[in-house]
Each structure stands twice: as C-alpha cells, then as structure tokens.
C-alpha cells in the first residue's frame, strides 16, 4: 500500500531564512507527487507537482520541491520565507499512469516568525 | 481557483438527521472526490465518481453514500448523521488523462457539526 509520511508535525523559521517541509513516501513502480498548501478556513490549493523529468520543480510562490528517487523524498523549499507562507502543507502521492488512487500525508503546520 | 462549489458551507444537524452536501463544478472533469479532514488524520477519501452514475468507495465510506446524476454535480449524504462525522468535508476534482495527470483541485470546504 502506498504512503507518505510528513515527520514534522509543525516548522518554525524566521522571516527571510531558507524553509524545507520534509516528505518521504513509499509507492509501486514510479511515483506522482505533489505539494498543497491550505490556509486557515480555506480548500487545499495546489503548488506543484513531480511527474517526471527534472528532479527540481518549480511551483507557485516560489516554492520548490525536490525529488530523491533513492531516499524516497520530496521535499518542499523555498530560499526565503515570508510571514505570508505560514499555513498547513500537504504531501501527496499516487503511482503513475492513468488513474491512480492519491495517498496524502497528514501535513505540516509552517509558520513563519517575523 | 478551479471552478468548484461546495454548499452548504457551514451546517449544524442534530445526531440521527439526514444531511447532504453538494459539490458543483464548472470544468467538466470526469473524477470527483469528497474527503474529510479532521486533526490527525489528514484527508480520508470518502467516496468517488469516475463519471455519471459510476461512484466508488474510499477508505472511509461507512456512513455516507453519494450519488451523481450529471457530470458537474457530486452529491455526498449522511444518511443518519453521528457525532463522528462532525468535520470538515472536501470535494474535489481531476482530470484522468490530461497533461496535468492526476492533480486534483479542492473546494472550498464544508464544515459540519453534528450535535
């Protein structure tokens, strides 16, 4: 069964540091991924993904994420946080091609110290 | 933000009434999800629909049914509300096949309490 797990329950970072949201999964065959951010009281929205290729995407914000096929990672960054990014992150995964079944982790609270 | 509607946004039941949740979407996707999120747990999928009429369980689909009777209307019922379905309830959307894979777009929400 697929899986994915966000070790940290919550991150703090001061305002202008470098930030990293953790993510390891286990999946069949190769993986999707994906990264969601949900502010207070609102829906999940969607801030990038990893298909395949480069094993750096780039998403929303200025958010980037990247995936380590050998450590089964992946990883959320961002090389200077705003206040702004404090929310709830989410990890997601499912097993590539066609229609697959998408695993998310429980998330990690980020909040970002002025 | 993708075109979803979620209604009613916020409810208060009582424990043993029926309620339903619609979910509406404008994007003409074929897959639609309902999830619920509650501390700890992160999102459980409840139900899905893989197109008109075709619906399927998810891990926590005891208590809920769902029915979808046209492409862009999902609907979710608890047909007798408990206690333990007091959450926060997603529907959400995707599009097999498309370049964008299974990406799926969330609504905004519908918050439940069950007293």
């Known amino acids: 069964a697929q899986s994915v797990a966000q070790p940290e329950d919550q991150v703090n970072v001061a305002e202008g540091n470098p930030l990293t949201v953790k993510c390891t999964y286990s999946?069949?065959?190769?993986?999707?991924l994906f990264w969601y951010v949900q502010y207070p009281n609102r829906g999940l929205q969607f801030l990038l993904k990893?298909?395949?290729?480069?094993?750096l995407v780039k998403g929303s914000y200025g958010f980037e994420a990247e995936f380590n096929k050998s450590q089964t990672s992946f990883h959320l960054k961002k090389p200077s946080a705003l206040v702004s990014d404090s929310a709830l992150y989410f990890c997601?995964?499912?097993?590539?091609?066609?229609?697959?079944?998408?695993?998310f982790g429980t998330g990690t609270k980020l909040q970002v110290i002025p | 933000d993708a075109g979803i509607t979620q209604s009613p946004r916020h409810k208060v039941t009582e424990t043993g009434t029926p309620v339903t949740l619609r979910c509406h979407q404008t994007?003409?996707?074929?897959?639609m999800y309902w999830y619920r999120q509650d501390p700890g747990h992160g999102l459980r999928l409840i139900h899905y629909?893989?197109?008109?009429?075709?619906?399927d369980k998810g891990e926590v689909s005891d208590g809920y049914s769902v029915s979808r009777s046209k492409t862009e209307d999902f609907l979710l019922t608890l047909e007798s509300a408990t206690s333990s379905q007091t959450s926060v309830y997603f529907c959400?959307?995707?599009?097999?096949?498309?370049?964008?894979?299974?990406?799926?777009?969330f609504g905004e929400g519908s918050w439940l309490t069950v007293v």
């Open positions: 959400a959307i995707s599009d097999r096949g498309s370049p964008s894979g299974n990406t799926i777009y």
């Open positions: 999946v069949s065959g190769n993986p999707y």
């Open positions: 990893y298909i395949t290729g480069d094993n």
């Open positions: 997601a995964v499912s097993p590539s091609g066609g229609y697959q079944k998408v695993t």
């Open positions: 994007e003409n996707h074929r897959y």
């Open positions: 629909s893989y197109g008109v009429k075709d619906t």
